[in-house]
């Protein structure tokens, strides 16, 4: 019987986030190892695991993962999370791709200036609403079915829950145009394993904090200063 993934990553969300909620999906059960010094990080270098030289890294199947797209794929695949077939795929490829570039502009939000923070989050916020959110609507409002893709719980429906709650942290209201979503967002967030998920306790990070950032600078050694959109 094959053990649990591992997944190597800072103590918080960044590019293992998406993973994290994947996997919660499927209803698998992970293991997670923080990095928090260089010189872990350094033991991975040396070891051949990180094979472009950065995290996150998954062991999964007895493989050694690395690219955050990769380990997406393959466990959406895995897991019947990734439609019936390529037609399906290609939608869920294109939908996920969406929500992805929404989220990129979260990604290094922690990571700003308080001044940029404040023209990022506007940003985000508009960049959300105006090309983001208004497709996903129409989606849902035009084939009527609960789901994104082929009326079946997908990779897609997961990765825009996500990318919803991540952007009402920015602005709680964001949704209120948008009725379409504000319905999916209660059904997906109803889902059994999503549910579990979104509950106090679970593996789910909090919005990254100042400690984050500093592990993160550390490890990496990013002495470079992040700018807004």
């Known amino acids: 019987m094959a053990g649990k993934p591992k997944l190597y990553y800072f103590d ?7 993973i994290r909620w994947l996997l919660a999906a499927a209803g698998v059960e992970f293991e997670e190892e923080f990095l928090e010094t260089r010189e872990q990080y350094e033991k ?14 998954v062991e999964i199947d007895g493989m050694k993962m690395v690219q955050t797209r990769a380990i ?6 895995k897991y019947n999370l990734y439609g019936k077939d390529l037609k399906e795929r290609a939608l869920i490829d294109m939908y996920v791709g969406g929500t992805e570039d929404l989220m990129g502009f979260i990604l ?35 084939h009527g079915q609960d789901f994104l893709v082929g009326n079946s719980f997908s990779w897609a429906d997961v990765h ?27 059904r997906i967030s109803s889902v059994p394993t999503i549910k579990k998920f979104l509950e106090p306790g679970s593996q789910r990070k909090p919005v990254p904090d100042d400690k984050y950032v500093e592990t993160v600078r550390k490890v990496l050694r990013m002495y470079y200063d992040i700018k807004a959109n």
């Open 160 to 186: 825009l829950l996500e990318a919803i709650l991540m952007v009402e942290e920015k602005k709680s209201d964001v949704l209120s145009s948008f009725p379409q979503l504000q319905a999916f967002k209660r």
């Open 72 to 77: 997406l794929n393959y466990i959406a695949a």
């Open 108 to 142: 290094m939000f922690p990571f700003l200036s308080a001044e940029d923070k404040e023209k990022q989050r506007a940003f985000i916020v508009q960049k959300a609403t105006s090309r983001y959110f208004p497709v996903y609507e129409k989606v849902l409002k035009d």
């Open 12 to 18: 918080g969300r960044g590019k293992m986030e998406s």
């Open 44 to 57: 991975l270098l040396q070891s051949g695991s990180l094979l472009f030289q950065q995290v996150p890294l």
